[in-house]
């Protein structure tokens, strides 16, 4: 019946005027306001993952598998909660991911969610698949900025970009490792993503409905110029690449550990090496120049079917702990979820959705509130362990079938 998703949408319009971000008291509340918020389409965009998202749901399951040892009768009035990256440290332990497209959530959504990330204290990083130039996010957030490096257009477009963000003041660049080509994301295909990406209007009719329904996210997106390009990527006669789908833009990502070589030499900055999944490739990375790596499957995005992160994370430590810093991201929802992390061996954890859905909800505000109820719940958390500062947390406090 036609008008079924019609009233589904009114519905959403209904929750979409009541919903505060007030009545907010975890991530999962900011999905919800995120999905009366956004269009389908860009809500299951930030949602989604690959082919049937066993990999998405296991990332955030498999903290269920930690429990804790908590150590009572201590005193913990304030538990420190800095930790030290690459030798920069951070009032909270944990960064904020690259995301791409992040302005079809928000209005230069890239610029508001690194400001909130300056105010926290920690990190930002910038996606290549980024709708504002990199230089314009440093200009808005003074803090710390990582460039998160794709290699669409080779070798020559990377170069070029690496000698931007450097001259920008970005301090470490991520390469990441895990997007040979796309990963087959079902919701995008279904709902028309990569048609809003591309952008004519011919493709933008196919979201009438949706656009009808949420007239707030129109404005917003059409005021801040239905972006349409990757203005850090320019493609020679081209000029700044057209975003498309994802899936073309990613098949020509590759990167091999020889890519790494001349990425090193263009850089000259600290590397770090985003998508690792198995204790060998963590070896590699390092034995190939890497200071730091991250335990990821790209939130579930790319190959379908790999073992959580949080699962893997103690085979990597094990291989290269000793050697460099050990980072993790997927399915952290809660500040629980990051002490767990830190138990099994990661020095920081990333957030992907938790803030994406924050930024679709309420724009910097909302990524303001996860941060603050990632910090409350880290703080809590440690006081009920027992423990006094983050980077004391150890093995001795978990337990389960992963410590
Ligand atoms: C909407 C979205 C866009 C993403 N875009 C990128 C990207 O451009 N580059 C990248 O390295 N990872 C990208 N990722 C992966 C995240 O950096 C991160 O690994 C993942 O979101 C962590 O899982 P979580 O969302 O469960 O926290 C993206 C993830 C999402 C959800």
Not at 75 to 100: I, K, S, W, Y
Not at 210 to 228: E, K, L, N, S
Not at 339 to 365: M, Q, T
Request: glycine letters at 10%; hydrophobic letters at 45%.
């Amino acid at each position: 019946m036609v008008f079924v998703p019609f009233v589904a949408d009114l519905r959403a319009l209904r929750g979409y005027r009541s919903m505060r971000l007030s009545q907010v008291v975890n991530i999962a509340d900011l999905r919800r306001l995120a999905q009366r918020r956004l269009p389908p389409v860009v809500f299951d965009y930030i949602d989604g993952g690959a082919e049937d998202e066993i990999t998405l749901r296991a990332n955030e399951r498999a903290f269920a598998d930690v429990t804790f040892r908590p150590r009572q009768c201590v005193e913990t009035p304030n538990p420190d909660l800095r930790t030290t990256v690459l030798g920069t440290t951070f009032d909270v332990p944990f960064l904020l991911a690259p995301l791409g497209f992040c302005r079809m959530f928000y209005p230069r959504g890239e610029s508001v969610s690194a400001r909130e990330a300056h105010d926290a204290g920690t990190a930002y990083i910038l996606s290549t698949f980024s709708g504002q130039r990199l230089e314009d996010v440093r200009a808005d957030a003074p803090g710390v900025l990582w460039y998160q490096l794709y290699v669409p257009g080779g070798r020559a477009v990377a170069e070029a970009t690496i000698a931007r963000a450097r001259a920008a003041g970005y301090s470490a660049l991520v390469v990441t490792i895990d997007t040979p080509v796309s990963g087959m994301r079902e919701r995008d295909i279904r709902r028309g993503a990569g048609a809003l990406m591309k952008g004519t209007i011919g493709d933008k009719l196919r979201h009438a409905a949706q656009f009808a329904t949420h007239p707030r996210w129109v404005i917003g997106y059409v005021r801040d110029g239905a972006p349409r390009v990757f203005p850090n990527v320019a493609l020679p006669g081209v000029g700044p690449m057209p975003c498309g789908d994802t899936g073309v833009l990613l098949a020509e990502t590759n990167v091999t550990w020889k890519d790494l070589a001349w990425i090193r030499s263009a850089w000259r900055g600290p590397i770090v090496i985003k998508g690792v999944q198995t204790g060998d490739v963590a070896r590699q990375a390092v034995d190939a120049g890497a200071d730091a790596v991250i335990v990821s499957n790209h939130g579930g995005r790319q190959l379908d079917g790999v073992a959580a992160s949080l699962q893997v994370l103690p085979e990597v430590v094990e291989a290269v702990g000793h050697r460099v810093d050990v980072l993790m991201d997927g399915g952290i929802r809660r500040g629980a979820d990051i002490v767990k992390a830190r138990c099994l061996g990661a020095r920081a954890v990333l957030i992907g959705r938790a803030y994406g859905w924050a930024l679709g909800a309420a724009g910097g505000p909302g990524v303001a509130r996860a941060i603050a109820i990632l910090k409350a719940d880290l703080v809590r958390t440690m006081r009920l362990l027992g423990c006094a500062s983050f980077d004391e947390l150890s093995g001795a406090f978990v337990d389960g079938p992963l410590a």
